[in-house]
DNA sequence: GCGTGCGATGTAAGCGCTTGTACTACGCTG
DNA sequence: CAGCGTAGTACAAGCGCTTACATCGCACGC
């Protein structure tokens, strides 16, 4: 393997000089770089990380928590993640923190503890205490992605104005009989995302001086099959039917379009869906959402935490401002009495 | 930072016996070893990583390469391999390789050479001559998943003998009129799978005497929507209309069951559909589908690239061997001439 | 009772960089 | 023309480990 040491000797210059040339010092004379430069290329030279992280301190390198490695909108998070770092020339380190409570202990004591990572970034987990103490006395940046973890700087969407909006668009088309599919309370525990946008729902309601029977609240499991379900059940009962179903996800938003659709009710005609993600199947079920950019939410993730690896503040606050959107698609109308047709 | 030194210190020996303590070495004596470890544990040391690289020349950790990471089938590999490698205590670097020709460059030029890894998995990439010279040339294992590329070792599911078996199945029900959605002629450039497909689906029906008319193969771009358009091509036009689709995946299958549904055919009664991956959402779909396994894609990928860490080979062989099963759902049937109801 | 061998431990030489400090040469200024 | 600042470069000391080799006892065999 070819080393500094060849470089520089190739080069005619010390190894100093080699270094501050590729880290893009510059108090090197342009001379000198050409030189430096034209023998890196002949000789095929690229830095040790290693040696450059043991000298330097630095890696640059960031470490990415993720709780799903298979779910839709963790992955783009991912994406928008890699994205970003990429460009700036950071590797990302890839941890799946599962259920397994052993694995998780071996990732937050073990694999970043060794200075492997300038920065973590954790994608909605659930700290404990003691885990969230474990990240904190790392002395390094750590920024999480819409987690319910006060003790660390954390980005997200107003889970609140999120559902408001949603909310408001069915009752701006004139609908007064909604139905919300929300969160089994066990996940629920850990992600606090769907009491809040059941909170969202209630005060839009609440504001516009409807009170929701009981009945229209359907836990699911955020899946598409959860959110059939839950619409099945929604649909069937008996008594005054909702004209409308605002689902906390797009995918249990699908769902509910499927199932309506199964029960022999037309969407939009007898049953407005609206859901929230902006998930990738959206456009194809013309399902309205309120999208909230999670390619974004990484990207921003990212750019917070080189900002933070850029000028460390001692004080990084909670943002809850992520971007978000009403995307209204074919799958809410006004409620049929309102219609002409 | 406490260091191995420190350790060393309050256990009273040497910084190498404190290594070789670490590092599970066996020429240590309980006595020590147990003093070792308990220093290790009140003062909460662990080794710096990059010092321990940069000493041994080894990372414990495996580059993985993706082209997507916003796509079911390969964050699901992903996720299989971040499980087997989490296992024996690897880290996992990410590098999601996009169209994008300079990044693709910054990534197998700079990243990859950095000694950074141990190992390298790409997965599903196409890599031209100068790239894949370029992954050869650092010296250290490298296994494909999936990809086309003779020159890497490569896992793969045997395609022809996949497609033959979804093909079968629609055969021995019955099913003489069949059609197929397949990859667009673009696409398929990239990835060969979907000729391969084809390929089997050919030989089947040549096997079973039957010769199809071209119209019944339809291309589309492995979405859902896709799946969705092309299956409305196949069943609206004149002509013998085909009585089972096969679709090259499990979301074209599942777009083209909602297609019939849509153009008022029953799924299995008028019209049966099965499709290729084990996707997610087969379950809820009632899809039939031949099962690929991507989970388990992800580990055999995992655990070669380690064995190849532990006892080098110079040869290692393509395998075609990666398992896969046909799952029966309720998406296929026989066909209505064969049917009493 | 002494040589042998082996298990347990220590010594110290790197691994390949980064970077603070020292040095050189050059062009100024006064 | 001496004195001085500065840009450009070299020197060399680490960074925190791993590991080959040296050392040291001690049990064992004869």
Excluded: C
Excluded at 6 to 29: F, M, Q, Y
Excluded at 296 to 318: M, S, W, Y
């Amino acid at each position: 393997m070819v080393s500094i040491d060849d470089v520089a000797r190739e080069a005619g210059v010390s190894t100093a000089t080699v270094s501050r040339t590729l880290s893009g010092k510059n108090n090197v004379s342009d001379a000198t770089r050409a030189r430096v430069e034209s023998a890196v290329k002949t000789l095929g030279y690229s830095v040790s990380a290693s040696a450059s992280n043991l000298a330097s301190g630095r890696t640059r390198t960031i470490g990415v928590i993720v709780p799903f490695l298979d779910r839709w909108f963790f992955t783009v998070i991912l994406s928008g993640i890699a994205a970003a770092l990429a460009r700036e020339g950071y590797d990302i380190t890839l941890h799946h923190v599962a259920g397994d409570a052993a694995h998780r202990r071996d990732i937050l004591d073990g694999f970043l503890r060794r200075r492997r990572v300038d920065g973590i970034i954790a994608v909605s987990i659930e700290l404990d205490e003691r885990e969230t103490d474990g990240l904190l006395s790392l002395g390094i940046p750590v920024i999480a992605v819409g987690g319910p973890n006060p003790r660390i700087p954390t980005l997200s969407v107003d889970d609140v104005q999120l559902a408001r909006l949603a909310t408001e668009h069915l009752l701006t088309l004139g609908h007064e009989r909604l139905a919300h599919i929300g969160a089994d309370p066990d996940f629920d525990l850990d992600f606090h995302i769907p009491t809040r946008r059941w909170q969202g729902f209630l005060q839009a309601l609440a504001d516009a001086g409807i009170s929701p029977p009981p009945t229209h609240y359907e836990p699911a499991d955020f899946t598409v099959e959860g959110g059939y379900h839950a619409a099945k059940q929604i649909l069937g009962r008996p008594g005054a039917r909702p004209t409308a179903i605002f689902a906390a996800s797009d995918e249990m938003a699908i769902g509910a379009i499927l199932a309506a659709k199964d029960l022999g009710f037309r969407v939009p005609e007898d049953m407005s869906v609206v859901g929230i993600d902006g998930h990738e199947l959206g456009g194809f079920f013309q399902l309205t959402t309120v999208d909230q950019f999670p390619l974004q939410q990484g990207e921003r993730a990212a750019v917070a935490i080189l900002d933070q690896l850029n000028t460390p503040r001692a004080f990084v606050e909670h943002r809850e401002d992520s971007p978000y959107e009403l995307i209204v698609r074919g799958s809410t109308a006004r409620p049929s009495t309102l219609r002409d047709d």
